[in-house]
């Protein structure tokens, strides 16, 4: 079936979905408790060991062929906009960037020279804390980077909605 990334990754949730129902409803089934005078079998909840195991492993295997093909996908397909930058990749490059992101607003919201709070109790000397960069360059980056991530996070939804690929699974 021609899917796209954002299908795939819903069909993979919907697959793990059934994967925990199955599993909750085997572990309140395979066994049961009975008090003493108790009928068992009236009492006794429905469970096929055989059939639960069987489903299970269609389930895992579906889910591996769909992870695989989303693997495949992301790291062949690249991102419209970001030449030789493949999916997968951009997917390791925004957190980075992010975190570049973050290191950069802390050091533009810095003042060029703070004082720092209490005196010294040495020897009662204020002492001050001196921005070693330039304020203006570190705001330009801290720009640049942020439109990079918003335009990385656009392409990435573009691809994500309009990209297909083919999904060879029957669920």
């Known amino acids: 079936m021609e899917s796209t990334s ?3 990754g819903k069909l993979v949730r919907k697959i793990e979905e059934e994967i925990l129902l199955i599993k909750t409803n085997e572990q309140n089934s395979k066994s049961f408790v009975i008090a003493m ?3 068992a079998e009236d009492l006794r909840p429905k469970y096929d060991f055989a059939a639960v195991q069987e489903r299970l492993e269609e389930l895992y295997d579906a889910l591996r062929k769909v992870k695989h093909t989303i693997n495949m996908f992301n790291t062949s397909h690249e991102l419209p906009g970001f030449p030789g930058l493949t999916v997968d990749q951009a997917l390791v490059k925004i957190p980075q960037l992010n975190g570049l992101k973050m290191k950069l607003e802390r050091m533009v919201k810095r003042l060029p020279k703070e004082r720092l709070t209490g005196l010294n109790s040495r020897n009662n000397i204020i002492e001050y804390t001196i921005a070693n960069y330039d304020i203006e360059e570190v705001e330009k980056k801290y720009k640049e980077v942020s439109e990079e991530i918003s335009r990385l996070q ?15 699974v029957e669920f």
């Open 154 to 168: 656009l392409s990435l939804d573009k691809v994500n909605t309009t990209e297909t690929m083919e999904i060879d």
């Open 37 to 39: 005078g108790e009928d």
């Open 6 to 8: 954002a299908e795939a």
